[in-house]
């Protein structure tokens, strides 16, 4: 499997959100290689986008990395306590980015219980195993993702992405609004989240199913 190069991350962050589901996130960590397939994504559209950290060209210690190129992870705290994991999208000083909303576990999935549960997969329920990593701090979680990986090169870094073998067809993946942006007035109406139908990963399934 091939690692994407600089220009594969340099479109909108409408683009990017489509064109990665289907690819693999890697980190290889203190504890092994640790392998999801995205499943679940979102766009943020920058200085037009009332949901986006950058709306209105917002720019602080925080969005910085959102402002510098492309294929850049930006790592952020919710409730003081969960990590996400965006990748900067579009060109520089263009703030766009793809927030990472559930993965399918492909490889390392034990070290992802222990390090999401701290305790062994044989001990997980059904449902603790699908919830390994089907949200945006879930997944970091159990890919140990946080603030020390903030700004890392997804080309040339110990966390990156892999292209799939197999393209997904339009008919497999679901366009849907986003999810928890309640303070983001009209832009919570915005199609701007995408998921793989298949996969029993997704968060959040829209009733409406657009296909």
């Not at 044989?122 to 700004?151: F, H, W, Y």
């Amino acid at each position: 499997m091939e690692k994407p190069n600089r220009s594969f991350y340099a479109v909108s962050g409408l683009q990017l959100a489509r064109k990665i589901l289907g690819l693999y996130l890697v980190h290889i960590t203190d504890h092994g290689r640790l392998i999801g397939r995205i499943v679940e994504t979102e766009a943020y559209m920058g200085a037009q986008d009332k949901a986006a950290h950058s709306f209105n060209n917002r720019r602080t210690k925080r969005t910085e990395v959102m402002f510098g190129p492309p294929g850049h992870a930006y790592i952020y705290l919710i409730y003081g306590m969960y990590h996400c994991m965006n990748i900067v999208a579009a060109e520089t000083g263009m703030p766009h980015a793809v927030l990472i909303r559930a993965l399918e576990p492909v490889e390392g999935i034990t070290k992802m219980a222990e390090l999401r549960y701290q305790k062994n997969l044989s001990d997980c329920s059904k449902r603790e195993v699908l919830g390994l990593t089907n949200g945006p701090g879930k997944l970091c979680q159990a890919m140990n993702i946080n603030k020390l990986n903030n700004g890392q090169d997804l080309c040339n870094s110990n966390l990156f992405l892999l292209k799939a073998e197999t393209t997904l067809k339009d008919d497999e993946i679901v366009t849907s609004t986003r999810i928890n942006i309640a303070y983001a007035e009209e832009a919570i109406h915005f199609p701007y989240r995408f998921y793989i139908n298949s996969s029993p990963y997704v968060s959040v399934r829209d009733r409406k199913q657009k296909a």
